[in-house]
Nanobody
């Protein structure tokens, strides 16, 4: 199995910063894209940022210039540095990773349990 463990959520004032981390463990041969999604109360889950195995990144327009996604391929981790946080960034943030398992070369696409980020104004 492949599992994702997230950390780093919490409560911060508007204008502050938080760093989310996600570790991918288990039966992993390779990881393709890793990303962070978020879901605010009453809204659909949306992509915040993604990063390929080569380091190509993409961001939601709402976070460009404020959030930075990075990954450590040796450690199978992905981080999201969030700066200048706004009240509208309040949401549950989910880590996602897809790739290939070592056993029978099966694909995987897994989600973390989610971590709550609350921005107070």
């Amino acid at each position: 199995q492949v599992q994702l463990v997230e950390s780093g959520g919490g409560l911060v004032q508007a204008g502050g910063s938080l760093r989310l981390s996600c570790a991918v463990t288990g039966d992993i041969f390779s990881i393709n894209v890793m990303g962070w999604y978020r879901q605010a109360l009453g809204k659909k889950r949306e992509l915040v940022a993604g990063i390929s195995s080569e380091g190509t990144t993409n961001y939601a327009d709402s976070v460009k210039g404020r959030f930075t996604i990075s990954r450590d391929n040796a450690k199978n981790t992905v981080n999201l540095q969030m700066n200048n946080l706004k009240s509208e960034d309040t949401a549950v943030y989910y880590c996602n990773a897809n790739g290939v398992r070592t056993v029978r070369a099966r694909d995987f696409d897994v989600w973390g349990q989610g971590t709550l980020v609350t921005i107070s104004s």
